[in-house]
């Protein structure tokens, strides 16, 4: 049974200040939680239903996790979604770093939407690009939107937040940078002289910052063909994704 004092640790989870000072975060529903039995990520605490509990016992014991038992109304009164029959876990964050070994990358200016951001890590995810690197003022990778979006993504694709100017500028030479703009080439036209390299994504509403124009070395842009004034930053990754993947594969 959930005491108070667990209790009011989960909900000081809910706010950005505890988890950085804390170093823990939230992650609630059957699947992530499922998958994140099955990573290497450091679970803290685990509450869960009877029926979850007796569903990954073998999980649970080869991870030597005591789950605290609770009513699914007890786990969504306390954690972020509106219901929650299965379990919730307070997991240790990772340390953020950059992988060197990884071929594509995905860099984030300025993405505030959380739920922009969980879908992102989902398009890289599907893809195989196994690196975000985000500006600063990108929204940080363990709100709980951002976690519930990803669907269990945020466990395979790694995320840095720092300053892309500083980023770029440490990247070979030779790396290219498509930048998506509304006046690049079209991506459908585009021929990728590497296996790799940068995509560099705006928010919807303000587009690349201009500080970042000078290290692109591709601008590209996603035809239109109807009369919409621009996309969803996520539909735009994951039509410059399957473009780029299909053209350097």
Avoid at 89 to 111: F, G, M
Avoid at 189 to 201: A, E, Q
Wanted: glycine content about 6%.
């Amino acid at each position: 049974m959930l005491s108070k004092n667990q209790a009011k640790n989960i909900r000081a989870l809910h706010r950005k200040k505890e988890r950085r000072e804390q170093g823990l975060f939230l992650v609630e529903g059957e699947k992530i939680v499922a998958e994140l039995l099955a990573s290497n990520w450091r679970i803290e605490a685990l509450y869960a239903t009877s029926e979850f509990i007796d569903a990954y016992q073998t999980q649970l014991i080869a991870k030597n996790i005591d789950a605290v038992p609770c009513r699914a109304q007890t786990l969504a009164s306390v954690g972020t979604l509106s219901s929650n029959n299965a379990a919730l876990a307070v997991v240790q964050q990772a340390p953020a770093h950059i992988k060197t070994d990884a071929s594509w990358v995905l860099a984030l200016d300025n993405i505030n939407d959380p739920g922009n951001l969980g879908s992102l890590l989902r398009i890289a995810d599907w893809y195989g690009i196994q690196q975000l690197v985000c500006s600063p003022n990108t929204v940080e990778l363990y709100n709980p939107k951002v976690i519930n979006a990803s669907k269990g993504s945020f466990l395979r694709v790694a995320v840095q937040q720092q300053a892309l100017p500083e980023y770029f500028a440490s990247l070979p030479a030779d790396k290219p940078i498509y930048g998506a703009y509304l006046d690049g080439e079209s991506i459908h036209r585009i021929s990728p002289s590497k296996t790799s390299g940068v995509v560099l994504l705006g928010s919807e509403a303000h587009g690349i910052s201009p500080e970042l124009a000078a290290f692109v070395t591709h601008k590209i842009t996603i035809p239109a063909f109807g009369a919409a004034e621009s996309l969803n930053v996520g539909v735009a990754a994951a039509v410059i994704c399957d473009n780029l993947r299909r053209l350097t594969s």
